[in-house]
């Protein structure tokens, strides 16, 4: 049967955006033999696309829905290119969609997407409308995905990032409008209630009963029905979805009792307006302290992204300086800072000098001089002097955004422990709605009384909590993500809290880690001239990220050779054509891999070097042993320090390196560390760890290099350093932005006390429930009672999470 409306107004409603219309003035179309009416082609054309996809369910589920066509409008695909996040062949991107009216639209560009070639992945936040989606460049364009969208009906804009605290923000707004009316009736209610109360004990008029019983209705109507609406609303659309929730207790239990008593104005009984009334309020007044306690843990947010300018001053052929967006913006371009200015952008000086304040990013107070040549990054502060920046990304690479971006992830993550609750909040609402009917038929046959037994039923209905169970996680999540990530600890998800917590051995890499990773060049050993050896090395080096790499290009000053066919065989070393020779530059074991002969001169050199704790790079031409260059680089002085507090708490610390023995056990001698594995590629040190988790350790791996990103991504928990390389930075679930060892340590005590607060929560969240339940079964509990408690459960849920805003 149609879902079109023929109203006694001559007029039919359209039969996908329900618009009413003139018969006259519709587009028809047949479908599987039956007549569609539309308002117009564009919604004609939607209708099609649902029914040819099979997903014509939209239409008998979407409830709340505002009639009115799709938006006509044409979406421009340039304008998102810079809000695309690209990771190898796949690129995601965050838009917000309009036209979203129900929860069926959510579940219909969910379902929608996902068909299309070349999409992997979309899901879309209905309370801010955000849609993520996620595809793969090959097979599917930005372009062909806006349109998709657009072709059922929403249109995307771009996403703010700020749009979540705006959104929650005006949802407290609106709690505390609607808290604020439900206070005011309530008062005035109380009045008349009481004096109801009063008569039924000492006798009253039956005029002046009636009478306020008829006011009591009336000021207990905007309460339920403006005051309550959100849950009403939400209430019926849970049962139509037939996933019951707690605003399906409460509506239940609030409009039982506001029924109730109208019925019993007409029937000469007693009348509860007071008990539908307070029930909203307390739980208005729970809803309004959440709204604030999430609002306040998303200001670090709010914060990070304030940190990033709008505008820079782009200087123009001519020398000429003009203001400008940043999305106008471009890899390549030079922009002006001014003494006193953020820096908009991340770049690299080419003229100027400056001192620059990068606290936000390294927890370092004391400025950072930088002049030509030195990287600069945005969101930091320019104290002085005028600087000429040559910009490296768009506002979407920055550092700061991969920050903002990190933090937004890790708070919509779940940690395992969630899905437990989850599972068992899904079977608590029908259950308690079941022991709802069976305290009221109980109480109806042993009592008599349909008002005794129609409260004790309510007073079941209001006090059980699940909205406890469920802030019991992510409110810890958020606060703890948000703390961690103002000391500089940026933690990727809500998960790694739960497995950091059950810690119990932590790996170190060696170089950048344990070590400063800065080594400087100490020895020179050449076959060939000693220039001549270390310009080679150099012009081989200069393209390798790794920190021995970058020291021998920084111990050069002379000009570098052209390389070709450039390679990196990671934990080894680096290969090319250099002067049109052939070169190798890596460790003794590569280049006995290469087939190449070291003299037995050659190895008593090697070891004397290593013994004194030297990191040794060989270099040969042609095939042939050129020399070596030894270098040294220091232990960190806050290693050891993090190594006793690591081994106080009982977790045991290994190191593994790629470096030679000798080496390796110079630098654990200093810090303390006694479990040693050197020599080993990256493929060795993730079958390490693969190994000790196979033996019930629960693993933590720090480390900052490529070689480092297998082992990274084996361990438990993978953690870089904020200086790491972007391959290592993407394989770890923790970065730690500072230069702050000691944080590793911060890291566990504070996700063992985050998971230790979400553990305390969910058993008081269940323990409540199992003694207050039975209480209001037995009749021990008034409905306005129930919802105190119930309101005063989440708060201390709240409250117990709060404790994490120092991490």
Excluded at 146 to 168: D, M
Excluded at 173 to 201: E, H, I, K, N, P
Excluded at 306 to 333: C, F, S, W, Y
Excluded at 442 to 470: E, Q, R
């Amino acid at each position: 049967m149609s879902r079109t409306e023929t109203h006694g107004s001559g007029t039919i409603r359209c039969d996908h955006c329900l618009l009413d219309m003139k018969p006259e003035a519709a587009v028809t179309a047949d479908f599987d033999g039956e007549t569609k009416y539309f308002c117009c082609h564009g919604c004609l054309g939607v209708y099609e696309l649902i029914h040819k996809e099979s997903l014509a369910t939209f239409y008998n589920s979407r409830c709340g829905w505002t009639p009115g066509p799709p938006e006509k409008t044409n979406v421009d695909a340039a304008v998102f290119k810079d809000s695309v996040r690209r990771s190898g062949t796949k690129s995601s991107i965050d838009v917000v969609l309009s036209g979203i009216r129900c929860a069926s639209c959510v579940w219909l560009v969910e379902k929608f997407l996902p068909r299309k070639t070349g999409v992997l992945s979309a899901r879309v936040n209905y309370a801010t409308h955000r849609l993520t989606v996620e595809w793969e460049e090959q097979k599917t364009s930005l372009r062909d995905i806006l349109e998709a969208v657009r072709s059922i009906g929403y249109t995307p804009h771009l996403y703010r990032k700020t749009a979540f605290n705006e959104a929650l923000s005006r949802e407290k707004d609106d709690l505390l409008l609607r808290f604020g009316t439900a206070v005011f009736f309530s008062m005035q209610l109380m009045l008349f209630v009481t004096a109801l109360y009063a008569g039924f004990f000492q006798g009253i008029e039956e005029q002046y009963r009636k009478t306020f019983q008829l006011i009591s209705w009336a000021l207990a109507t905007p309460v339920l029905f403006y005051s309550g609406y959100p849950f009403l609303k939400n209430a019926l659309r849970a049962i139509r979805k037939r996933a019951l929730n707690m605003d399906v207790l409460i509506a239940l239990g609030s409009f039982s009792a506001y029924a109730y008593s109208i019925a019993m104005i007409f029937r000469g009984g007693e009348v509860y307006f007071d008990t539908s009334a307070m029930i909203v309020t307390f739980v208005l007044l729970g809803r309004f302290l959440e709204a604030g306690s999430r609002l306040k843990a998303g200001h670090t947010l709010t914060s990070l992204i304030e940190m990033q300018p709008k505008e820079a001053r782009l200087v123009t052929e001519g020398h000429n300086v003009t203001i400008v967006p940043l999305e106008e913006i471009n890899p390549g371009d030079t922009i002006e800072v001014l003494a006193g200015e953020k820096i908009p952008l991340d770049g690299t000086v080419i003229d100027g000098e400056s001192e620059i304040n990068e606290a936000m990013l390294t927890g370092e107070s004391a400025p950072s001089f930088k002049s030509a040549g030195g990287e600069v990054f945005a969101g930091t502060f320019s104290l002085n002097g005028r600087l000429s920046v040559r910009v490296s990304g768009t506002a979407n690479d920055t550092v700061l955004s991969k920050i903002i971006q990190t933090v937004e992830d890790a708070q919509s993550r779940k940690a395992p422990i969630q899905a437990a609750a989850d599972k068992t909040a899904g079977y608590f609402v029908p259950l308690v709605m079941l022991f709802g009917l069976l305290t009221f038929l109980y109480w109806k046959f042993t009592a008599m009384d349909t008002g005794t037994a129609l409260m004790n039923a309510i007073s079941v209905l209001v006090v059980a909590c699940p909205c406890a169970l469920g802030l019991a996680t992510p409110l810890a999540i958020l606060l703890g993500t948000s703390s961690a990530a103002k000391k500089g600890i940026l933690v990727k998800g809500g998960d790694v809290f739960e497995t950091v917590s059950g810690t119990n051995r932590v790996v170190l890499d060696k170089t950048g880690t344990i070590t400063s990773g800065t080594p400087s060049v100490t020895d020179i050993v050449g076959v060939i001239a000693r220039e001549k050896l270390l310009q080679y090395a150099a012009s081989i080096e200069k393209y390798s990220e790794h920190p021995v790499g970058k020291a021998v290009v920084q111990a050069y000053d002379g000009d570098l050779l052209e390389v070709a066919g450039f390679r990196v065989t990671p934990g080894k070393g680096v290969s090319g054509t250099v002067d049109g020779k052939i070169c190798l530059a890596g460790n003794r074991a590569y280049l006995l891999e290469s087939k190449v002969f070291l003299s037995p001169e050659t190895e008593k050199v090697f070891e004397r070097l290593t013994r004194n704790g030297k990191t040794v790079v060989f270099l040969a031409v042609e095939n042939l042993f050129a020399g070596m260059i030894g270098l040294i680089d220091n232990v960190r002085d806050d290693a050891s320090t993090l190594v006793k507090a690591l081994n106080k708490n009982g977790i045991r610390v290994s190191m593994l390196t790629g470096d030679v023995p000798n080496v390796a056990q110079y630098v654990a001698a200093q810090c303390g560390i006694n479990d040693i594995r050197a020599g080993l590629n990256p493929i060795e040190k993730a079958a390490v760890i693969q190994s000790m988790r196979s033996k019930g350790d629960t693993v933590i791996m720090v480390g900052d290099g490529i070689n480092d990103a297998p082992a990274l991504t084996e361990a438990d928990t993978g953690v870089s350093l904020g200086h790491a390389s972007d391959i290592a930075l993407e394989s770890a679930g923790v970065v730690i932005m500072q230069d702050n060892l000691s944080l590793i340590a911060s890291l566990i005590d504070g996700s063992g006390r985050c998971f230790r607060i979400i553990r305390q929560n969910l058993l008081w969240a269940f323990s409540y429930n199992l003694v207050a339940l039975p209480l209001a079964v037995a009749g021990y509990l008034h409905p306005i009672m129930s919802a105190l408690l119930m309101a005063s459960s989440s708060l201390i849920v709240m409250g117990n999470a709060l404790r994490l805003r120092r991490f």
